[in-house]
């Protein structure tokens, strides 16, 4: 008794170590999901570790991210990915299937598994009562080729709903307004459990909705309790013997609590460009809109597309608008297609993009200069659609469309009074887009000329010196550190290539500056590497002769995935210190690797100032060995000789 439904998942899935939070636990993984971008990555790891067999139940590689077919580059990489699936016995999901969540939800996720993702918003699937995470590439290849996964037990936010939404009101208002409250920092270290009578008024994918974007507050995961709701879905998908019902203990513990009426909430927007800046549509005004873009993992269900072609039944998109949108599934737009939807958004004036990632990740669709750009996704940072000028606003379906017809942002909330959805009773057959392993034609493992091998770390020294290569503030993303669009996603096999573009939103010359001081250190304010789950966002840095990364805090994923790549994760005791230490100044720390045996705290000499900074290496035992052999696939190696 008294458990939350996170530990009951966790202690089903217990291998090794105790459920106190901030422990390093071991889980088994039952499945595991990888995309695109991060795939390839992904895939040459697992040939590295060639197990004889994968562990998982399921494994599934999707093809949504690089879609656009430029050059030789995506086509290599999808093939690539599909020849490592037939070998490996993982589903492959071709190009034009969907985006990676949203077809995991229908077709894979159940009640009360664990799933890992080489994607930060794998835990959409948490809205199915999934225990579903984000995680580096090689974790998640590790999580294939032994079944299991580490990491630091959470504390559980419970986040009690009452009450119901309002018309016009979207699960992705209930999101934006808990990022309002906690913010981009807010859930890091916990999970964030949703129980209440609200519940009952939310389907599965409204859930998935507000699963995705806990990504957004850096929380581990999000989950809710799997019920009537997540019985119909799986029924309507066909799938009615997947359903389990799971919930939490009636006298559950946990760390925290938040309570929200969902009657109360109110349409609202993330401003540029973060996702936290929220405000009330009301309260930014009317400001005039040039583009609006619905789609991504965040609100691209069948009944967010249909809400969107009701709205425009008979309407017209305003004339300097442009209206993009992206169904989620392959499944979803053949259901759009059969029911006359998609024409009438096409006479709406609507552009129809295929299944995919997308504008999201800024492939294609970057918004004239100086643009402002409503969209539905998950993340507005800076330069991300692909136009450093751009003011990306983060909305909700309905506020999209309604903005969409009017030209310029608008309360949605009195046009949808009118409109209401039934969700299907019967979802299509899965479409001809998975190629499962029973009819996999496996002949060689094939590579393209630009998937080049990954950097690997060595055993780190007795010292490490270095110069401060750049001082950055809070919150910097994992956009920053290894920007992601249309002409840099192609050459995520291509670690040399993409290391010309790393900090670039920030500064253009940083791997001239790493080259010439030989490698270094980066200074990080709190919430370092926040966002995706992208590792190039440490082998770059890696490849570029980091060898750690001064901080007042770190985002989860990235943390890991520094630690996986043998670079150096300090936190300052003191972050007032941060503020001493200047861009350029050389930094000696001696004995690391007995501070690391001895588990202590490690000493930064600044050589400039003379003063030393007490850093925080807070790592478990797996991680300090995993430094110590300079990253985690060299300690894999060892510990298994
Ligand atoms: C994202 O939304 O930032 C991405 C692109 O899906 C990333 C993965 C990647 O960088 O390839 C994520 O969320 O992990
Ligand atoms: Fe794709 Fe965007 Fe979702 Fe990332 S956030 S998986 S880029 S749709």
Redesign the pocket.
Known sequence: MKKSLCFKILEDHLLRGELVPGEEITIRMDQTLT?D?TGTMVYLQLEALNPKELKTQRSVAYI??NMLQAGFENADDHVFIRSVAAKRGIVFSKPGGG???QVHLERFSKPGITLLGS???TPTSGGMGALAIGAGGLDVAVAMAMGEYNLIVPKVVNIRLSGALRPGVNAKDVILEILKKRTVKGGVGCVMEYSGEGIKSLSVTDRATIC?MGAELGATTSIFPSDEQTREYLVALGRGKDYRELSADSDAIYDEWMDLDLSEIQPLAAMPHSPDAVKSIREIGPIKVDQVAI????NSSYSDMMKVAKYLEGKRVSPEVDLVISPGSATILEMLARNGALATMVSAGARILES???P??GMGQAPKTGAVSLRT???NFKGRSGTMSAEVFLVSPETAVVSAVAGVLTDPTEFFTEIEIQQPDRYPEASGGFIYPEEADFGEVVMGPNIKPFPMGHALEENVSGKVLIKVGDNITTDDIVPSHAKLLPYRSNVPHLAKFSFSTIIEDFHLRAEEHGGGFILGGSNYGQG?SREHAALVPLYLGVRGVLAKGFARIHRSNLINSGILPLVFVNPGDYDKVEEFDALEIDGIRASLERGGDVLVRNLRSGEEYEMLLEVSERERKTLLSGGYLPYLKESTK
Request: aromatic residues 4%; charged residues 10%; proline residues 0%.
């Open positions: 995309q971008s949504d991210h985006i990676c969540h994607d930060s918003h995705n789609g991504s993992c965040t995919a990632c997308g999201c990740i996704f998950n993340r995706s």
